[in-house]
Structures are given as C-alpha cells and as structure tokens.
C-alpha cells in the first residue's frame, strides 16, 4: 500500500521540478533588465553628481566653474554625451565657437550621429552609444 503512494509522490516531485535548462520567463528577463539597469545608473552617479555641480554653476553665471565640473563628467564618463552639452552651452554664452564646434563634434560621436544629424551605425564603440542618460541637462538656447 505504501509503494504507489511512494512512487506517485516521487513522480509528483519530478514534474513538479523546473527543468535546469527551461527557458527564462518574462518575469526573469524583466530582472535581467533591472539588473542591467542598475549597473548603469551606479556607474553613472559620480559622473550626475558632478554634472549636476556643473549646471548649478552654469544657472548662477560661473561659467569657468561650469567647464571645469563638465571637463570632471567627462572624465568619470567618457561614453557619455551629457557633459559635452554642458561644454557647449558653456561655449555659446561665452561665445567660444572652437570649444562648441569641438563639444558639437563630441556630442555627435557619442550620441551615433554623423555630421548631418543622422543616426551612425558605425558608432557602437562604447557600450553606451547612443543612449545619452535621463539626466536634466541643461539645453542650449
């Protein structure tokens, strides 16, 4: 009497067992992206941070200080566009057209874009290209 109970229990547990290689589910593809997500924004706080600094600066008139904040983004996040905004705006309020034409050419070989504004297939050097963060940038004018 107590082996085929034994052995549906045994069966029971079997199927009952998630495969190892079943396929992921959309809930474990969505914490994949979470997950993918997260690193992101931890590898691109010290770089808001300081981009943050920068635009304060910006809003109060040092622009000196502005670039210097926005030359630091730069370096915490090379393969980011955001910071080379703020050179650029800095550039046009103190009318440096070599620094904007320089920031212009940054912000176009990060963002993927060729020279016309286009999105640019080649740009795939960092595994950031063409995403540029949901940070607060100030906008030129």
Known sequence: MRTPFLVAAAALSAACTPAQDAPKTPLDQAQQQADAEAQIAAHQAPM??????????FRAGRYDAALTHYSKASTLDPASASPYYGVLMVAQKTGRSSLADSATRMIRQLSGENAVGHADPAATASPHAGVIPSHPVIKPQ
């Open 48 to 57: 808001l941070a300081v981009l943050d600094s920068g635009n304060t600066e």
